[in-house]
């Protein structure tokens, strides 16, 4: 593809899909993606250890291909690799051994400097002189010579003089000769710019055939392709093609926008940004809940229904994974979409529900422990912060690194509340962990209304307070007993509302900082947590959110307290002692009770009788407790994690963080699409998503004509279900939304 002008011998080393490096007597030339970057001469080992460096660094080749392409070992790339991360290029080349004067001498460096007037080459001169080219080269550097230029023209594939509907059709396309800047033009790497050239502007998708697309992904392996346009073809009973339902209020979320805003571009590639960002939507609504389920998928099958010949394997999903995960913009991505979804879902703000979630972690490394409250256990996880709209919706999730208490996580995640809400006054309703009447004084003054249980004991409310409320929306079926009241709370006496709810004898105490609502609001507002429990639940089975998606550690932070293990040993020992201690003050209060006067008549009697047995024992167990307190005060309860670790390691984050996110949007266009079609199903609260998880399973007919992608789906089970995905597919009609990255005006119908 890339043939020497003037048919010049060379040899072509292949390392991957882009790059890839040609020699040519003893000169070889480092191209990535039709593009030199660098150059170096085949003996000189210095400078094929920085290409190394460079190449796993700039991610233009993997470790395995550089090891087989040149002739290493994996181990010493990785030693390469690793020296060049600590002392950077320096390090590479390290400190020759041997002497470090000239070694060809002054005659040898006179042939040189009249060969080099002759124009001849350093390999030439190498041969001539009996020594390899590395020298050679050094002398001239010595002398200021000027190595012999390499540059060369290389020759790309043949490119169509117009755009893509020309390219398609034009029998004898032009070739495009683009000229290659070496190492000589830009001494070092050359950095490729990111602004694309006119031949990346002007080329769009090649092929004509949607399940061939071996053009395209030969210009994407060539850096000449950004994304892959997506060619449709037409078929009847696509598998899975009932996906396509979420395309609509996935461009409604404006996560594509999103996306070209933060990314911009993930570089050349036939799975670009925009394909990647709606592969991973369309699987995790399918319900592909890890990379490794795409083995038990057709990729031709996935592939035809995104527009696409294949879809994505599991390598190169994960690749992506990564490097969307990886990129300098995907925090800005992620808090795109919060406020995005915060402007589309203000009205459902009134009520922020927050909870943590505990990821339970059963790997080798050696994390902290939580306590999941599902299990009844501390295990080794990691925890969430969750925050939902008033609809149970997910908004926005905090990945803390300490395990805290919901008490001591609240504060920093009501900051990024306020900066998603502005001024406006919500209420955030969480459950006893968030507990704190200092916590919730600070919260009222900062404009949060508080809504949460009672900790604690209280004293119980006469049964004849209570007074029967209809609750509202359920036609009067459903009444609770409830009693409302003021209290105060804390050492400040700070005052709040308490709402107290009465069943079967059991009597459930809701405190809130809201006087404005009526006691049957308050109480409904609380019980309505358990959405959130709800939408856990759900998304642990459907979606696994608990799955691991890298197995990777990070350093973390040695200065983070935890509790002292030292004075938790000796708490354990203090418990023992006072153990032993009322185990012997009962044995001597036993043998006091039996002591037959009339052989002990006094206590002084007693005491001897007994001493050896109960008495000294029970005194020197006495003074080992008040050993050990007197131990424990001097012990912090909380000390720096890197005192009691060598090592201090959390899990990887990035990818989890990306991961969960898309998760959580796919959730949201599920939500979403429920909305619109529950008007329409009687049995929408019950059944409402599992008709959706099935009509996004479904098959359905595909067909692009006058500008149109028509997209005809199969009957459902029953026909009142049939009948709702109608009325659903009419709503989605009046949107008019495109095919990201077509023109393609997408229309919806079901078979009769």
Not at 353 to 365: C, Q
Not at 592 to 599: S, T
Request: hydrophobic share 40%.
């Amino acid at each position: 593809m890339l043939p020497l002008p003037g048919g010049k011998r060379s040899s072509v080393i292949q390392l991957g899909g882009r790059c890839l490096v040609q020699e040519e007597d003893g000169m070889r030339v480092v191209l990535v993606a039709g593009v030199p970057v660098f150059q170096y001469h085949r003996e000189d080992k210095a400078a094929e250890a920085l290409f190394v460096a460079l190449a796993v660094e700039c991610r233009w080749a993997k470790v395995g291909q550089l090891a087989s392409g040149l002739g290493l070992s994996r181990v010493t790339v990785f030693r390469i690799r690793r020296r060049y991360e600590e002392g950077g290029a320096a390090a590479v080349a390290g400190n020759k051994r041997g002497p470090k004067g000239p070694r060809l001498g002054k005659a040898r460096e006179a042939a040189i400097r009249r060969w080099h007037e002759e124009g001849m080459s350093a390999t030439e001169m190498g041969r001539r002189l009996g020594v390899s080219p590395a020298p050679v080269l050094s002398a001239m550097r010595r002398m200021g010579l000027e190595p012999r230029s390499n540059r060369a023209k290389a020759r790309l594939l043949p490119l169509g003089e117009s755009p893509a509907a020309a390219q398609r059709t034009s029998p004898a396309p032009q070739a495009v000769e683009v000229e290659a800047v070496t190492a000589e033009d830009a001494p070092g790497v050359a950095a490729a710019s990111s602004e694309p050239s006119p031949v990346e502007s002007a080329l769009a998708t090649l092929d004509t055939d949607p399940t061939d697309r071996t053009l395209d992904r030969a210009f994407a392996a060539m850096g000449l392709l950004q994304d892959a346009e997506p060619l449709f073809a037409a078929g009847k009973s696509v598998p899975k093609a009932g996906v396509l339902l979420a395309v609509p209020v996935l461009v409604a979320s404006g996560v594509f926008a999103a996306a070209k805003a933060a990314y911009g571009t993930i570089g050349p590639a036939f799975y670009g940004l925009r394909t990647s960002l709606l592969v991973l939507l369309s699987l995790a609504l399918l319900r592909v809940k890890r990379p490794e389920n795409l083995k038990e998928y057709s990729p031709a099958e996935l592939g035809r229904v995104l527009g696409l010949d294949r879809a994505p394997e599991v390598k190169t999903l994960r690749r992506k994974v990564t490097q969307l995960a990886e990129h300098a913009g995907v925090d800005g991505f992620l808090r795109d979409l919060v406020q995005r979804r915060v402007a589309m879902r203000s009205e459902a703000l009134g009520y922020l529900y927050v909870d943590g979630h505990v990821r339970v972690y059963h790997g080798r490394a050696d994390l902290p422990k939580a306590h999941a409250a599902r299990m009844r256990l501390s295990l080794p996880a990691t925890q969430e912060i969750w925050v939902n709209d008033a609809d149970g919706c997910p908004l926005f999730f905090v990945t803390q690194d300490a395990h805290p208490q919901l008490v001591s996580a609240l504060p920093g995640v009501l900051k990024q509340v306020r900066q998603l809400v502005g001024g406006r006054r919500v209420t955030v309703v969480f459950d006893r962990g968030g507990w704190s009447p200092k916590l919730f004084e600070q919260m009222y003054q900062d404009g949060f209304d508080v809504l949460t249980y009672r900790k604690g004991a209280a004293d119980p409310v006469p049964e004849n307070a209570f007074r029967e409320c209809a609750v509202p929306g359920t036609g009067g079926k459903v009444r609770m007993w409830l009693h409302d009241t003021r209290v105060t709370i804390g050492p400040n006496d700070f005052e709040m509302r308490q709402v107290t709810r009465l069943t079967d004898g059991h009597q459930t105490r809701v405190l809130t900082t809201r006087a404005d609502l009526p006691a049957v609001t308050v109480a409904v507002r609380m019980f309505d947590r358990w959405r959130q429990e709800n939408f856990f639940k759900y998304m642990r089975q459907e979606y696994a959110i608990d799955a691991l998606v890298e197995y990777g550690t990070e350093e973390d932070d040695p200065a983070r307290l935890v509790p002292n293990p030292v004075r938790k040993a000796l708490e354990s020992e203090l418990r023992k002692a006072r153990a032993e201690v009322a185990r012997l003050e009962a044995s001597l209060g036993a043998a006091a009770l039996a002591n037959e006067e009339g052989r002990r008549r006094t206590m002084r009697g007693f005491k001897i009788a007994h001493g050896t047995d109960i008495g000294i024992p029970l005194r020197e167990a006495r003074t080992r407790v008040e050993r050990l307190v007197e131990q424990r005060k001097a012990l912090p309860q909380r000390v720096p994690i890197g005192s009691v670790k060598t090592e201090v390691v959390r899990l990887s984050a990035r990818r989890k963080r990306l991961s969960d996110a898309l998760k959580m949007l796919a959730y949201q266009a599920e939500s979403d699409l429920g909305a619109q079609v529950a008007p329409f199903y009687a049995r929408s609260l019950d059944e409402g998503r599992r008709l959706l998880v099935a009509a996004l399973h479904s098959a359905a007919d595909l067909e692009v004509a006058d500008g149109e992608l028509r997209v005809t789906l199969a009957h459902q089970s029953s026909p009142h279900r049939t009948k709702a995905l109608a009325e659903l597919c009419r709503i989605l009609d009046e949107t008019e939304t495109r095919f990201p990255g077509t023109t393609l005006r997408i229309r919806y119908a079901v078979r009769p």
